[in-house]
């Protein structure tokens, strides 16, 4: 299947493209679906092929308009790979998509293949434990230092400022996680992407990476909105049935160029499997994700009118008025299926509640097909310090539920036992 109609030349919608694009049945003895090609290494037809595909692959000549780029070994390419890339980058509308083992190799490989001894990065706080322990603990080690600021409304104001403290010229990448986790907090991708290119010299500009697990690829799309690569770990909601680590980053074919090269360098591919099963996940990733936030949406409602929560913060709530719902507005195509709320009573009461569901499980992680409870505080951000919880909003009280694709009225009685505590 072609990305555009024959005739009408009109390009297909990525909710179709993820089940047909960059397949071709005929190699496949007319498998409607990809095989696995659970294979290391590919023979070549004549040792001819095999020069012209190691040129092609190491960049030592441009691929001619039309010249397939042959499959070499599973570390540089492999069919189940290449297919998911394609796809996912049709709902990315970005020119070139590479699948990695995790969401953390998919981030380490961008840095490192972008990044030298003496750059810096601006961040946007908080971002996922494993991420911000690279940025402040291992990226130091190779000479390339972090700033972080706080994550919101305000972030593109706070980066320029750093920038300038900082000096301009060093800056060479603009990172946000937005939503952030687990505060839903947004940040404006147009205007870190209009801050990327003010700070720009001579032709060379800092890269703007958006960190997109939480409402991508189908509740927001940062490439139109001015980012250069879009980042996810793909073990949340493009995986989608917590089956599966993965993670993928997207973007212009020059960029991705050198993100490729890395990946083959360090290995950090993901492996056929993964790539076979990404390729089942994708074609309901549309369908799951709206179904997920149908359900959401219920149940922050529910949550909102409830005497024992003190605060719920899920996207679908802001008010107009609100900045945060200005961005939301421009940026988001809907809410997604995460929720974070405060309950009266600190960590004894959460811990109450929490053991309480008997649908929802307690497990971190999210973005699957069922739905899943946690403490931020003790769990997913327990390396967070004191101070920064209580900046971001990681109260004692706090719960982060993900919501999955049981049955909404399900849900709602276990969401509504597990909060009547008395
Ligand atoms: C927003 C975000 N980015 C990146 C990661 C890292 O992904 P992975 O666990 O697939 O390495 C996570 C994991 O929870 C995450 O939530």
């Not at 179904?291 to 605060?311: D, Y």
């Not at 802001?318 to 195509?333: A, F, K, N, S």
């Amino acid at each position: 299947m072609k990305r555009h109609h024959s005739r009408e030349k009109k390009e297909f919608n990525p909710e179709t493209l993820a089940l047909g694009l960059g397949y071709d049945s005929k190699f496949s003895e007319g498998a409607i679906k990809p095989p696995i090609f659970l294979t290391s290494t590919f023979q070549f037809q004549s040792a001819e092929d095999g020069k012209r595909f190691f040129e092609i692959a190491y960049g030592l000549d441009e691929k001619r308009p039309g010249e397939d780029p042959g499959l070499i070994y599973s570390r540089l390419n492999n069919p189940n790979l290449q297919i998911f890339e394609e796809r996912i980058a049709a709902w990315d509308r970005t020119e070139q998509a590479a699948v990695f083992s995790s969401g953390m190799s998919a981030i380490s490989t961008a840095v490192l293949a972008l990044l030298s001894p003496g750059d810096h990065i601006l961040s946007s706080s908080p971002v996922y434990g494993g991420t911000h322990y690279f940025f402040e603990v291992v990226l130091p080690r190779f000479g390339i230092t972090v700033t972080q600021v706080t994550g919101g409304t305000e972030t593109p104001q706070l980066m320029r400022e750093a920038a300038a403290r900082i000096g301009p010229e060093k800056i060479k990448m603009l990172y946000v996680e937005t939503p952030a986790n687990p505060s839903n907090v947004l940040i404006d991708i147009p205007a870190i992407a209009a801050l990327a290119k003010d700070l720009g010299r001579d032709g060379q500009k800092p890269v703007v990476a958006v960190d997109n697990t939480f409402l991508g690829p189908v509740f927001q799309r940062p490439a139109a909105l001015g980012a250069d690569l879009v980042i996810y770990s793909a073990t949340k909601f493009i995986g989608g049935h917590s089956d599966l680590v993965a993670g993928v980053v997207t973007g212009s074919a020059e960029l991705m160029k050198t993100v490729m090269m890395m990946r083959t360098v360090l290995g950090t591919m993901a492996g056929p499997f993964a790539g076979w099963l990404l390729l089942r996940s994708l074609e309901t990733v549309s369908v799951r994700m709206r179904r997920q936030a149908k359900n959401a949406r219920k149940l922050a409602a529910l949550l909102v009118e409830h005497p024992r929560v003190i605060s719920v913060a899920y996207p679908d709530l802001l008010q107009e008025g609100d900045p945060q719902y200005d961005i939301y507005r421009r940026c988001c195509t809907g809410p997604g299926s995460l929720i974070a709320f405060e309950v009266e009573g600190g960590e004894e009461a959460a811990f109450k509640i929490l053991n309480r569901f008997e649908v929802a499980r307690l497990a971190v992680s999210l973005g699957g097909t069922e739905s899943l409870v946690e403490h931020p505080a003790s769990m997913t951000h327990a390396d967070v310090s004191p101070e920064e919880r209580e900046e971001f909003g990681i109260k004692p009280g706090l719960i982060r539920m993900s919501v999955g694709i049981e049955h909404l009225s399900d849900l709602e009685r276990d969401l509504t036992h597990a909060l009547d505590l008395d």
